[in-house]
């Protein structure tokens, strides 16, 4: 089964920077998408960020447009969520999850990492 390992959450002050990593394994295809998620209490979960290994084509929410950068070490299975100029608004549980393909759905993703804590103190 695939297994996912998301880490480098923490907590920063606004306007700081944390690069979360997302480490894939178990799986033989090359061509899947990698999507980060997050969930602040009492809110429903949503989508931050995706990228699709075969092309590095990225997505991004309009909330963390031009703050967010996503990429993919496809020699490493690994994707990353370089997050710059956070805010408050952004502290969540960070999700990363995986589907074969290209998702164009969250249902499309069928294997979930456990999360990281990201924290943005005013």
């Not at 979360?20 to 999507?35: K, N």
């Amino acid at each position: 089964d695939v297994q996912l390992q998301a880490s480098g959450g923490g907590l920063v002050q606004a306007g700081g920077s944390l690069r979360l990593s997302c480490a894939a394994s178990g799986f033989t295809f090359d061509d899947y998408t990698i999507g980060w998620f997050r969930q602040a209490p009492g809110k429903e979960r949503e989508g931050v960020s995706c990228i699709v290994s075969s092309d590095d084509g990225a997505d991004y929410a309009d909330a963390v447009q031009g703050r967010f950068t996503i990429s993919i070490d496809n020699a490493k299975n690994t994707v990353y969520l370089q997050m710059n100029s956070l805010e408050p608004d952004d502290t969540a549980v960070y999700y990363c999850a995986h589907a074969a393909g290209i998702a164009d759905v969250p249902s499309n993703y069928k294997y979930w990492g456990q999360g990281t804590q990201v924290t943005v103190s005013s």
